[in-house]
């Protein structure tokens, strides 16, 4: 090839290249715009015609929404907020925004006509806020409104955190109107993470695995939903502190420490699930052996000598983890 051509060839590649970072980059803008949060906070504030009216008079229009209404009641937002307790009250509005236009023009004769043509009388919600359409930004505004971090301790971390910022809203976790209980139910929350979490849903059916399956630890044992400091929005600084909040036992400090191991159990568990016992990453010798060589013992027989060399390490060191006494020579090699 002539030097020119090869240079053309280059030019063009290069062309090409740039064209379709460009595009690539077009693409991420257009499908997920992060704008400015006054532009949230319009999209919540529903139509600027609109007046509140009050739940009561929502409702009173027809009578579709009772059975939302009551399991509302029943909830702690209902609760709590009830007249008697001199907090602000928190209505359907609150959340869907004004709604003198939606009920404008129902009467009682409306709907008492309806239901003679067998017609279930529908307001016109189009007239207040498109929950469901919103970006995930705006729905989770609705929320925050009121639950700021000093008023909901746990959402400390929530802007920062890995779900806000991958557009997940508190609506997808949280469903307002699925009963009174506006928070997950515990034996609820796995299934609830493994929707989208399918990856880990896979992890917890290996044959070795933390009892999540069995409802006796909860995700959000080890995480917080609502973000944390950490990757991976783990509950505590360090791995090893989450851990340990359950696995006291291998917390140390220990005489004999297994090196930095012990600072992140990772080294050589998978948290969720893994093929091999005791969450190894690697089983058995296998584990050792990326970091130690094998060696021989005091045995006689060659069979007892290729088993200290290649198998079940933790036969005989067994305080894999860490001790406070020593071994026979005086040092800490984690036999007893
Ligand atoms: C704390 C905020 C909040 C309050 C208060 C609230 N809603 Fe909702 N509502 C929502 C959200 C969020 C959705 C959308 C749910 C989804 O994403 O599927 C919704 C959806 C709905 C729907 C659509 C149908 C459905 O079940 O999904 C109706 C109807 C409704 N709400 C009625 C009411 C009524 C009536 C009240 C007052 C008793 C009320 N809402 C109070 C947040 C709220
Ligand atoms: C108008 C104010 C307001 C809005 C808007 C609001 N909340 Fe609440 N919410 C409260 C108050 C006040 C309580 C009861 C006190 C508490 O537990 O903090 C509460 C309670 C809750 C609880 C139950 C806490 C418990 O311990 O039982 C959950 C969960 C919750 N809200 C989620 C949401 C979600 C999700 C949204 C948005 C769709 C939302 N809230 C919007 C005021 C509001
Ligand atoms: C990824 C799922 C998920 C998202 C997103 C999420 N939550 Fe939660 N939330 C949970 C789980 C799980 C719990 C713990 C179980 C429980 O108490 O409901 C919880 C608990 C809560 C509680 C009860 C707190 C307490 O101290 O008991 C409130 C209030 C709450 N969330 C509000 C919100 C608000 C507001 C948002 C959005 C800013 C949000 N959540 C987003 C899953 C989620
Ligand atoms: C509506 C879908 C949805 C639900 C429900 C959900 N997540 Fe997520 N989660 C995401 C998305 C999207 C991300 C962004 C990173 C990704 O794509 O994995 C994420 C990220 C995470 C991360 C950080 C992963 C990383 O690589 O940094 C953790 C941990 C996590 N979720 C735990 C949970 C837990 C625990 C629950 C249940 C309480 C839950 N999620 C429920 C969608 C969801
Ligand atoms: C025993 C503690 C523990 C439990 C229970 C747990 N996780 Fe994790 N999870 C972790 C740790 C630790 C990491 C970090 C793993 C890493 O970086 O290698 C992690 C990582 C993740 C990630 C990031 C992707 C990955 O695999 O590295 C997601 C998503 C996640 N967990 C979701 C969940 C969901 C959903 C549940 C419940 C069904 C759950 N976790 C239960 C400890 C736990
Ligand atoms: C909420 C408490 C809790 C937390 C936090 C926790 N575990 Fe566990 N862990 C358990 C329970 C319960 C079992 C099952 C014990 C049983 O079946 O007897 C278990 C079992 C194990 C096992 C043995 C598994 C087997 O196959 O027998 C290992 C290894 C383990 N956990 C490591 C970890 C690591 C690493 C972390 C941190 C990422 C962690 N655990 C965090 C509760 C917890
Ligand atoms: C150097 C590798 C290594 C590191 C690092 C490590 N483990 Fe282990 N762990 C093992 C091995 C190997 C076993 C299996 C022991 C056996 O075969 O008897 C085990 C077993 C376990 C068990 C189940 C049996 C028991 O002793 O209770 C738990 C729980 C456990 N580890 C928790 C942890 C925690 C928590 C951490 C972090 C603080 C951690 N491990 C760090 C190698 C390690
Ligand atoms: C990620 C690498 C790694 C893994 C995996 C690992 N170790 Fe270690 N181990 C170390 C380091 C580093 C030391 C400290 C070495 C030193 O002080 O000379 C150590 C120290 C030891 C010691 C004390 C050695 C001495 O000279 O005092 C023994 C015994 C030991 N490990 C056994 C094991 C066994 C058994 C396993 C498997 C269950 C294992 N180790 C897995 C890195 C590892
Ligand atoms: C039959 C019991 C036995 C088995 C099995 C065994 N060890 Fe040992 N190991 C010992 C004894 C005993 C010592 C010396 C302890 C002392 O210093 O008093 C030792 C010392 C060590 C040491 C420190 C001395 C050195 O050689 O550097 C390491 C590292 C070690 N073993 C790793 C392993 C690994 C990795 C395996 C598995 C492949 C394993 N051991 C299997 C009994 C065993």
């Keep these: 090839m002539k030097p020119r051509n090869i240079i053309l060839y280059l030019t063009l590649a290069v062309l090409v290249s ?3 970072l460009l595009a690539g980059c077009e693409t991420l803008k257009t499908s997920k715009p992060i704008l400015p949060l006054k532009e949230y906070e319009k999209m919540i504030a529903g139509r600027l015609d609109a007046n509140y009216i009050g739940t009561n008079n929502c409702l009173a229009a027809c009578h579709v929404h009772d059975k939302i209404k009551q399991d509302f009641d029943a909830s702690t937002m209902g609760v709590q907020l009830s007249k008697k307790s001199g907090m602000p009250l928190v209505d359907c509005e609150s959340c869907h925004g004004p709604g003198s236009l939606a ?21 016109d919600y189009k007239t207040l806020i498109d929950i469901r359409n919103l970006p995930a930004q705006a729905k989770s505004l609705i929320c925050l409104k009121c639950h700021t971090a000093n008023a909901t301790f746990n959402l400390h971390n929530w802007n920062a955190g890995t779900h806000a910022i991958s557009d997940v809203s508190c609506s997808d976790c949280h469903k307002l109107h699925g009963g009174s209980d506006l928070k997950v139910k515990p034996t609820e ?3 609830m993470c493994e929707k989208c979490h399918l990856e880990t849903k896979a992890e917890f059916a290996l044959p070795s695995h933390h009892p999540v399956p069995e409802k006796r630890v909860f995700c959000n044992d080890c995480h917080d939903p609502h973000g944390s400091t950490t990757d991976k929005m783990l509950r505590k600084i360090t791995v090893k502190e989450t851990c340990t909040q359950c696995h006291a036992d291998k917390e140390g400090p220990f005489t004999f420490q297994h090196a930095e191991n012990m600072e992140d159990c990772r080294t050589c ?8 016992n005791n969450l190894l990453n690697v089983p058995g010798p296998f584990l050792c052996l990326q ?5 021989r013992t005091g045995a006689t027989t060659t069979e007892e000598n290729r088993a200290a060399r290649n198998t079940r390490c933790t036969d005989c060191h067994s305080t894999i983890h860490g001790t406070d006494l020593p071994s026979a020579s005086g040092k800490g090699r984690f036999i007893q």
């Design 18 to 20: 740039t064209g379709l």
């Design 103 to 123: 009920v404008e023009g129902l009467t009682p004769e409306k709907v008492a006509e309806d239901a003679k043509a067998g017609k279930k009388t529908a307001c």
């Design 189 to 191: 929350i796995g299934e």
């Design 269 to 276: 568990h998978s948290p969720h699930g893994s093929p091999f």
């Design 291 to 295: 970091c130690h060589a094998g060696h």
